[in-house]
């Protein structure tokens, strides 16, 4: 099991997004729409696990099959959907992924490419700007990971659980809807 980390806001997260970014253009940038950082570290402010999130978001399946494929050469290893529709999970094979001819060792990142309008992809970015926009919610949110990194003994389920309710509450003042907000929570509980 993997210890629960929650970091103090940290301006690298941001610098190694870009650099990622810059790394992942130059395999799939004619096949995207665009490269978003989102998750917690990509709240200026907000305390967080030091793990990026990066969804790379496409028009359709025929521009989803030329990314996996590119993703492939760059180190990463699809893991097809996990059970959410629209977006597709990797994995790096080593911390050297992705592959620049640099030997570069990457900060630890998830990556997924999601389908433009997904239900996932809508959660991940309207969260994301309503906690830039709401710093005194992004504070709250914080506190709340601290708390439950501590209290759900480095059960990671429990603590992706114990945070949806909170997750919800935004995203009902974003103007998700209830059956979108039910969805969520039943990814939430996976």
């Known amino acids: 099991?993997?210890?629960?980390?929650?970091?103090?806001?940290?301006?690298?997260?941001?610098?190694?997004?870009?650099?990622?970014?810059?790394?992942?253009?130059?395999?799939?940038?004619?096949?995207?729409i665009s490269i978003e950082h989102v998750g917690s570290s990509s709240v200026v402010g907000l305390s967080a696990k030091p793990i990026i999130d990066i969804d790379i978001i496409v028009e359709d399946d025929e521009n989803l099959d030329s990314v996996i494929s590119h993703l492939k050469k760059l180190g990463y290893i699809h893991l097809g959907d996990r059970g959410i529709k629209g977006r597709e999970a990797f994995e790096?094979?080593?911390?050297?992924?992705?592959?620049?001819?640099?030997?570069?060792?990457?900060?630890?990142?998830?990556?997924?490419?999601?389908?433009?309008?997904?239900?996932?992809?809508?959660?991940?970015?309207?969260?994301?700007?309503?906690?830039?926009?709401?710093?005194?919610?992004?504070?709250?949110?914080?506190?709340?990971?601290?708390?439950?990194?501590?209290?759900?003994?480095?059960?990671i389920d429990l603590y992706v659980e114990s945070k949806t309710s909170f997750i919800v509450e935004v995203l009902k003042k974003t103007g998700f809807q209830i059956d979108e907000v039910e969805s969520i929570v039943e990814?939430?509980?996976k």
């Open 1 to 32: 099991m993997r210890k629960i980390t929650i970091e103090e806001y940290n301006s690298k997260w941001k610098t190694s997004f870009n650099d990622l970014k810059d790394v992942l253009l130059t395999e799939v940038a004619k096949n995207i």
């Open 187 to 189: 990814q939430n509980k």
């Open 92 to 155: 790096r094979i080593n911390d050297k992924v992705p592959f620049n001819n640099k030997n570069h060792i990457w900060m630890d990142h998830h990556l997924y490419v999601c389908k433009e309008g997904n239900i996932s992809l809508l959660n991940h970015l309207h969260f994301r700007d309503y906690l830039r926009e709401h710093p005194g919610t992004a504070k709250e949110y914080g506190e709340l990971k601290r708390r439950l990194a501590n209290e759900c003994n480095d059960d």
